[in-house]
């Protein structure tokens, strides 16, 4: 589900496959995870990781 992952502002096309290729597959995914559990996919960094967090968290409150 790639495309449900750049919903989330602050993930594209790239990002979006290399979370789903480390397993991260949904929007609650992301936002049940810990920067940590994000910051080691590749082009993903500790505030990017951060960030997207927030975001698919504020998406999931939207919903």
Not at 5 to 16: D, F, H, Q, T
Request: glycine share 8%.
């Amino acid at each position: 589900m790639s495309n449900e992952l750049e919903r989330v502002s602050g993930i594209g096309p790239i990002s979006s496959i290399n979370l789903s290729k480390a397993g991260v597959k949904t929007i609650e995914d992301i936002a049940s995870s810990k920067p940590e559990d994000l910051a080691w996919i590749k082009g993903i960094g500790i505030v990017s990781a951060k960030n997207i967090i927030e975001n698919a968290n504020d998406l999931l409150k939207l919903e």
